[in-house]
């Protein structure tokens, strides 16, 4: 059975349960005329809410058997019988159906008009659902699954105990502690991740992308900012069109993708790098590790044999079209160590490691070569330069 309630006649026509339903008087607060209004239905027998605005809402799971709602709506008007004929024009709608008990605020259209609507209701809620067409949206306190929509504004949520699916056409989007999976998308916005209990999913067509603590994989994506991930328990996938990417901690591989900016790692098992204009520098890095710099230096400090964690050095490579490598090596670390410099004359290969002989290739002015086996041999490393030198120091 479906409860339908509008604002008519500066009141409330009500079906089901006028009782539960109240409304302040027209108040005047600076250039505005507010009336507030609030309801409540019982949805104990329900496990989905869906609440549609328009303006800003936030949304509060509690140890209730209710949903209540407080909507507060402010009009522009010169006078307060001009206003009491704005305010009667928008309707309020709850009801269930399907299984969902539901909050629908509708504004009239072509009227200008500040929507505040707050909405309560029991925690246990397997899966809320959440749309405002231009307003911002917070949530919080929330057993189930919960899912929302801003058409231009912000996205707030905190203490989710499942999953969480964010999507505004153009605001920032801030997750403080979700326990299960993350997927954020902004058409413009910054992203912040302060913990998620699985994987995350992360896009914006341009803003920043910061995440503290991800207890699975993630994945960033952006047109235009800075990517920032301080510990990702699994693998991470980093790109972005114009801007820096740091990765503090990894427990799996790094691939990350800058077509404008540097690329910084400082632990990872695994990593492969791409950067259209900017260094690459790589620190306690294990596995397999492709550093590729078009225009830019490399550094990259290596783990020694098997760390605590278990990691070991595979086969890699290090290139770069304009700029520098530096690899940093453990004394004791097994390597076969394959070096080309095409810098033309001015090419050098430096290196700490007497195991490391260099020597000219082909006619003066050719590529510069170095090979050498340290500790016995191991996992092959690749360094490939051109416009710069190559160094190899002891760790």
Not at 139 to 165: P, T
């Amino acid at each position: 059975m479906k409860q339908f309630f509008s604002i008519l006649s500066l009141g409330l026509a009500c079906w089901g349960w006028a009782p539960a339903q109240t409304e302040s008087a027209i108040t005047r607060e600076g250039g505005y005329w507010v009336r507030t209004m609030q309801g409540a239905m019982d949805t104990g027998g329900q496990e989905k809410l869906r609440v549609e605005t328009t303006g800003n809402v936030s949304l509060q799971g509690s140890a209730t058997e209710q949903t209540s709602y407080k909507l507060t709506v402010r009009v522009r008007a010169g006078d307060e019988r001009e206003a009491a004929a704005l305010l009667e024009r928008f309707s309020v709608k709850t009801g269930t159906e399907g299984g969902w008990a539901y909050v629908k605020v509708t504004p009239p259209r072509l009227v200008s008009s500040g929507l505040e609507l707050t909405v309560t209701g029991p925690r246990a809620l397997r899966q809320v659902f959440a749309e405002t067409r231009g307003g911002n949206l917070e949530a919080s306190d929330w057993d189930g699954d919960f899912e929302a929509r801003s058409g231009g504004g912000k996205i707030s949520v905190n203490h989710i105990r499942g999953r969480s699916e964010l999507r505004t056409a153009g605001g920032p989007i801030e997750v403080g502690n979700v326990g299960g999976p993350v997927r954020c998308l902004s058409g413009g916005g910054v992203i912040r991740v302060e913990n998620a209990g699985a994987a995350a999913w992360l896009e914006t067509a341009g803003g920043e992308i910061y995440v503290h603590q991800v207890d699975g994989p993630v994945q960033a994506s952006t047109g235009g900012g800075n990517i920032r991930i301080e510990r990702a328990a699994s693998t991470v996938v980093a790109r972005t069109a114009g801007g820096l990417i740091q990765v503090e901690q990894a427990d799996g591989p790094v691939t990350a993708e800058s077509s404008g900016g540097a690329i910084q790692v400082n632990s990872a098992n695994g990593v492969r790098c791409e950067s259209a204009g900017g260094a690459i520098r790589l620190r306690n890095v294990a596995g397999a590790v492709h550093a590729f710099a078009n225009s830019g230096s490399i550094m990259a400090e290596l783990v020694s044999g098997v760390d605590a964690s278990g990691r070991a050095m595979a086969d890699s490579i290090l290139s770069t079209n304009a700029g520098d490598i530096t690899v940093l090596i453990p004394s004791n670390l097994a390597l076969t160590v394959q070096a080309v410099n095409e810098s033309g004359g001015s090419g050098r290969i430096n290196s700490d490691f007497p195991q490391v002989h260099v020597q000219a290739g082909g006619p003066p002015g050719g590529p510069l070569m170095a090979r050498g086996a340290l500790n016995g041999g191991g996992p092959l490393l690749r360094v490939n330069v051109m416009g710069g030198t190559i160094y190899f120091r002891r760790k």
